[in-house]
């Protein structure tokens, strides 16, 4: 049987990118090589906009008890516990949902396969391993193995979403950039006693004689990250007598807290150079790879899903050209790039295990702390790459950012009251007279809506000013927003939108 989209990997990004084509109606099999699911450490933080993306699935991190936040600062520390660098994770983020966000990464996968599992055209083949991929101009086909068969399946497009040894990159020929980046941690998930208290919930000792994260590990759970010391032998520091005395000045002992996972782990930084080759393209690990100092790798996968997810229900819809596609590789890859290197930034600072440069760190950073007056800093959006977005308009290629609104009788996040989906969005002012017949007949066959948005007399009446001081700082009136919550244009004047309508539907249809 011919399937729409057949995804290799059931790690998070092919579960989450499976959901969203499956509920659409979507043919999709997942071929995932293990039978059970990855029990290793790995991640342990999201950001807002996972957060945001996962609302999408009916999953709300701030009441669900499987997500927990701290609404706590995020230290980091020199070892005599004077601050280096203060980082705010107890606000909120422009796109309404909280800066970070702590989960097992096991359980939120067990949580995506009890999702798909309820779809009825979602198969998840376990204990199979793709072998083969091969496509012509009209589809492409997987052979996968079990233990004692074979078999193929067809399908419109096949996505490798199967990790860092992807097998569909390599079937591709897609070339990787290997930048090295050598350290390897020890990590550790804990499961205390319940009076075990922290005294910070998530802070980061940059002490040279041992580079050490200390953080939760969601509902229940903390996690210990080690840097393994050039002298060291990283198969002995795996052994749990050393995960012990490691943890022995945290407090913690086999009396009081359960070792639960502890592995050794080499971060490295890479990507691939190209993600997609005709009906054929990888996402998550198989596309890039960076050290885990952000807490950004699984974030980056779950956003290279979502973009996969519109461009190919738009294709098999009919509604838009395979051209598209282009632009999942350009948008992505960028954004990507910019998390490696800023993982990378993050753990030269961390990963400093010399006493003479630690203290030229410690005094550069303390300085810099002290001329901001130990104000805590938050991050910056960035930026997709060139693609869907039309570049010199105020926050385009950006996550926009969302308040709470009542809208036909809904009263909550604009996601959830409203939807998600292609939006042309007039801030305080009525949508008459906008975009041509045409181009409103172009909205309407990509699903999109035209709405206006303010404080009363508009489709969707706001409860907040996130919406004014947006288009304030903008200094525009209009927005058009993407299936993937990005910003696609904004413009001041009714014209300047039409002009910029025009060039996003140029650029869906793969022009540059
Ligand atoms: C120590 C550590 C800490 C981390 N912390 C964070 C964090 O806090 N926040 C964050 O965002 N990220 C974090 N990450 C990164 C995150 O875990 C990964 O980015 C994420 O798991 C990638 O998801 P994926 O679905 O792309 O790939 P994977 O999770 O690797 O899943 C790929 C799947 O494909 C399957 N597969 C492979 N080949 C085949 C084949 N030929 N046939 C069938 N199936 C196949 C594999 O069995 C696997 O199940 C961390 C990583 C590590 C190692």
């Known amino acids: 049987m011919s399937q729409d989209v057949v995804i290799v990997g059931a790690g998070p990004v092919g579960l989450l990118l499976a959901i969203l084509l499956g509920r659409e109606g979507k ?16 991640a342990v933080t999201m950001d807002a906009e996972v957060a945001r993306i996962l609302a999408t699935l009916g999953i709300d991190c701030d009441n669900d008890p499987a997500f927990e936040n701290h609404k706590e600062l995020y230290y980091w520390k020199n070892a005599d516990l004077k601050d280096l660098q203060i980082v705010d994770w107890e606000s909120l983020a422009p796109c309404g949902w909280h800066v970070t966000y702590w989960f097992n990464q096991p359980e939120f996968e067990a949580r995506l396969i009890d999702i798909a599992s309820t779809i009825p055209s979602v198969t998840l083949l376990r204990g199979w391993t793709a072998t083969e991929l091969s496509q012509n101009a ?3 086909q997987v052979t996968i193995n079990d233990a004692t068969s074979a078999r193929n399946i067809d399908a419109q497009f096949v996505v490798g979403a199967d990790g860092a040894n992807s097998f569909v990159r390599d079937a591709l ?15 550790l998930d804990m499961i205390p006693a319940a009076e075990y208290k922290a005294v910070s919930a998530q802070w980061q000792l940059c002490d040279p004689k041992r580079p050490t994260t200390i953080v939760p590990g969601g509902p229940g759970r903390r996690r210990w990250e080690f840097m ?30 359960k070792l639960e996972r502890s592995a050794v782990y080499r971060f490295q930084a890479r990507y691939t150079e190209n993600w997609l080759k005709g009906r054929c393209m990888i996402a998550g690990d198989a596309a890039h790879l960076m050290p885990p100092f ?41 954004h990507a790039k910019h998390y490696i290197q800023f993982s990378r930034d993050l753990g030269d600072i961390i990963c400093i295990a010399d006493k003479e440069k630690a203290d030229e760190r410690d005094a550069r950073m303390m300085a810099d702390l002290a001329a901001r007056n130990h104000e805590p800093i938050t991050g910056d959006l960035v930026k997709l790459g060139p693609g869907v977005w039309c570049e010199g308009t105020a926050t385009a290629g950006e996550l926009s950012p969302q308040g709470m609104v009542q809208y036909q009788g809904r009263e909550g996040r604009f996601d959830q009251a409203v939807g998600q989906g292609w939006m042309v969005l007039a801030v305080e002012c009525s949508t008459a007279g906008l975009l041509s017949d045409t181009q409103r007949a172009a909205l309407k066959k990509v699903g ?11 489709d969707v009446e706001t409860l907040d000013a996130s919406y004014r001081d947006w288009m ?29 309508f025009d060039t996003i539907l140029d650029r869906l249809a793969g022009a540059r």
């Open 448 to 458: 999109g809506r035209l709405l206006s948005l303010g404080t009363q007399g508009h």
């Open 472 to 500: 304030s700082k903008a200094d525009a009136h209009y927005a058009i927003i993407r299936p993937d919550f990005y910003v696609a244009a904004t413009a001041k004047t009714p014209e300047q939108l039409a002009t910029c």
């Open 173 to 187: 020929g897609l070339n990787v950039i290997d930048e090295g980046y050598f350290f390897d941690w020890l990590i």
């Open 228 to 257: 393994v010391l050039p002298t060291e032998d990283k198969n002995e520091i795996a052994k749990p007598e050393s995960a012990w005395r490691l943890l022995e000045p945290w407090g913690l002992s086999p009396e009081n807290a």
């Open 294 to 334: 952000a807490g950004e790798g699984m974030c980056a996968g779950l956003r290279d899903a979502v973009a996969l997810h519109w461009r190919l229900s738009a294709i098999l819809d009919g509604t838009l050209d395979m051209n598209v596609l282009q632009s999942y590789e350009s948008e992505r890859i960028e």
């Open 27 to 42: 043919s999709v099999t997942v071929v995932e090589k293990w039978p059970e699911i990855y029990d290793r450490p790995r």
């Open 138 to 140: 009209m589809g492409a």
